[in-house]
T-cell receptor
């Protein structure tokens, strides 16, 4: 069974902390994504990666960075957490070969910044 | 650019009622279309998909038909259950481009 695993279900961090959200997939997928989900705003793409060490900005990259040192792992970094980054964060992956392929999502990380 | 519009709800139904959640899209060519479901506190799960015009995706009693002429992919279920309470997202992708998601429709099914 395919799997995307996010390292934490719930996180509470303080304002100004550096926060790492980790995501691992076991499907050998080329593409990986980070979204945030907020009530009334749907899913918004933060960053994505087509390959190891590659990254592209999504729609709302400000305040975030990412790292992809290995194919299976994609990390989202909040350089200095702020209260407006309190949100649900979703990681996803998909293969690049076939345009019809679906994206697989992790279980989500609910981050609260206090 | 590509876009997806869906009814935002919330939609509240009684158990065994018929469900329709409307979804329309804007895209050039022939995108692939998807419905995802998100149960409370969880990530998104693929519910069904269709990759070409007139395809019907189906799963767990849910169905949706890819209608090119009306650019629609409406989700239907004949008899909903309390366990179907969730948020439903319509989405598309096209030639390997990133997914475009609708805003989600919250469904509550009452016993």
């Amino acid at each position: 069974d395919v799997k995307v695993t996010q390292s934490s279900r719930y996180l509470v961090k303080r304002t100004g902390e550096k926060v790492f959200l980790e995501c691992v997939q076991d499907m050998d997928h080329e593409n990986m994504f980070w979204y945030r989900q907020d009530p009334g705003l749907g899913l918004r793409l933060i960053y994505f990666s087509y390959d190891v060490k590659m990254k592209e900005k999504g729609d709302i990259p400000e305040g975030y960075s990412v790292s992809r040192e290995k194919k299976e792992r994609f990390s989202l970094i909040l350089e200095s957490a702020s209260t407006n980054q309190t949100s649900m964060y979703l990681c996803a992956s998909r293969t690049r070969v076939d345009r019809n392929t679906e994206a697989f999502f992790g279980q989500g990380t609910r981050l609260t910044v206090v | 650019g590509n876009s997806v519009t869906q009814m935002e709800g919330p939609v509240t139904l009684s158990e065994e009622a018929f469900l329709t959640i409307n979804c329309t899209y804007t895209a050039t060519g022939y995108p692939s279309l998807f419905w995802y479901v998100q149960y409370p506190g969880e990530g998104l799960q693929l519910l069904l998909k269709a990759t070409k015009a007139d395809d019907k995706g189906s799963n767990k009693g849910f169905e949706a038909t890819y209608r090119k002429e009306t650019t629609s992919f409406h989700l239907e279920k004949g008899s909903v259950q309390v366990s179907d309470s969730a948020v439903y997202f319509c989405a598309l992708t096209h030639y390997g481009q990133n997914f475009v998601f609708g805003p989600g429709t919250r469904l509550s099914v009452l016993p």
